[in-house]
């Protein structure tokens, strides 16, 4: 089948469903954060499976069960089961236990690459672990059952229009990126257009959810829009440095899990961190 076909198809049926779940509150959004959790092992995986390609020698399960981690914790924290001092510490001990394993080494051969194995397991287990965290977080937030949503429209949003612009209109558009050569200015152009139109629209459509200031929402917008941008352009590093071309074969079209989230990793903390703190 047709790239671009199965692509639509995966946005118009794919984004729905999520969406769907975004909607469904039962148990402090425990279908969305079960999906979450998923993702992230899978996720954790595939950035495993790159940083091997690259010969350090991680273990072939412990990144799929390192991917709990994160998640996990934001969904208790959204339950009310612990607090963020409980997660620190859970974190804490988690990376502590990883270092202090790595003194047991017995043989020269095991001792030689235990840096590059530390660096590799603790990068498998913040990304995407810590930026699904807070994405999961913004379920704890007033107004869940809309801000998740608007999340996800402003993000995919951005990545479906990016797409778009950069397919019709970016041929002679400037490339800017080496890890990325077929992605255009205009294409990074019509990205950031979509941004605006989603929280534009939601500002007016759903007063106050968005806060009340329309320039800081502006604000918000360019930022997203830069971060969705960054998310995808740090994956496409990481493949780069790989050598492959997908993070992984999961999803027919699109590639690994990986590949269809990294526009909303860098994203997720802007966004909540803007609704704690920066909304007027």
Same mark, same amino acid.
């Given at each position: 089948? @047709?790239?671009?076909?199965?692509?639509? =198809? &995966?946005?118009? +049926?794919? $984004?729905?469903?999520?969406? /769907?779940?975004?909607? #469904?509150?039962?148990?402090?959004?425990?279908?969305?954060?079960?999906?979450?959790?998923?993702?992230?092992?899978?996720?954790?995986?595939?950035?495993?499976?790159?940083?091997?390609?690259?010969?350090?020698?991680?273990?072939?399960?412990?990144?799929?069960?390192?991917?709990?981690?994160?998640?996990?914790?934001?969904?208790?924290?959204?339950?009310?089961?612990?607090?963020?001092?409980?997660?620190?510490?859970?974190?804490?001990?988690?990376?502590?236990?990883?270092?202090?394993?790595?003194?047991?080494a017995n043989t020269e051969e095991h001792l030689q690459p235990v840096m590059g194995k530390v660096a590799g397991i603790v990068f498998a287990l913040i990304y995407p672990g810590l930026f699904?965290?807070?994405?999961?977080?913004? @379920?704890?937030?007033?107004?869940?059952? =809309? &801000?998740?949503? +608007?999340? $996800?429209?402003?993000?995919? /949003?951005?990545?479906? #229009?990016a797409w778009m612009f950069g397919t019709l209109w970016g041929k002679t558009s400037p490339k800017p990126f080496l890890v990325s050569p077929s992605k255009s200015l205009v294409g990074f152009a019509g990205g950031i257009i979509a941004n605006f139109l989603v929280l534009i629209v939601a500002f007016f459509?759903?007063?106050?959810?968005?806060?009340?200031?329309?320039?800081?929402?502006?604000?918000?917008?360019?930022?997203?829009?830069?971060?969705?941008?960054?998310?995808?352009?740090?994956?496409?590093?990481?493949?780069?440095?790989?050598?492959?071309?997908?993070?992984?074969?999961?999803?027919?079209?699109?590639?690994?899990?990986?590949?269809?989230?990294?526009?909303?990793?860098?994203?997720?903390?802007?966004?909540?961190?803007?609704?704690?703190?920066?909304?007027?």
């Amino acid at each position: 089948m @047709n790239k671009v076909l199965v692509r639509m =198809l &995966l946005f118009f +049926i794919g $984004l729905p469903l999520v969406l /769907g779940l975004s909607l #469904w509150d039962w148990g402090f959004y425990l279908p969305l954060a079960v999906v979450a959790i998923v993702v992230c092992c899978f996720g954790a995986d595939e950035t495993a499976a790159l940083l091997r390609r690259k010969d350090l020698q991680l273990d072939p399960v412990l990144p799929f069960f390192l991917g709990l981690l994160f998640p996990s914790l934001a969904y208790l924290e959204n339950a009310h089961w612990i607090n963020t001092d409980q997660t620190l510490v859970a974190v804490s001990v988690v990376i502590f236990v990883i270092l202090i394993r790595q003194i047991f080494a017995n043989t020269e051969e095991h001792l030689q690459p235990v840096m590059g194995k530390v660096a590799g397991i603790v990068f498998a287990l913040i990304y995407p672990g810590l930026f699904l965290y807070y994405f999961l977080k913004i @379920n704890s937030l007033p107004d869940a059952l =809309l &801000l998740t949503p +608007i999340f $996800l429209m402003a993000t995919f /949003g951005n990545d479906a #229009w990016a797409w778009m612009f950069g397919t019709l209109w970016g041929k002679t558009s400037p490339k800017p990126f080496l890890v990325s050569p077929s992605k255009s200015l205009v294409g990074f152009a019509g990205g950031i257009i979509a941004n605006f139109l989603v929280l534009i629209v939601a500002f007016f459509l759903f007063p106050g959810v968005l806060g009340r200031n329309f320039w800081m929402l502006l604000l918000l917008g360019l930022i997203l829009g830069v971060t969705t941008i960054v998310g995808d352009l740090f994956e496409s590093t990481l493949k780069r440095s790989a050598g492959v071309k997908d993070s992984g074969n999961l999803i027919p079209g699109r590639g690994g899990v990986l590949d269809s989230i990294d526009s909303l990793l860098f994203s997720a903390p802007v966004f909540y961190l803007f609704l704690q703190y920066g909304r007027f």
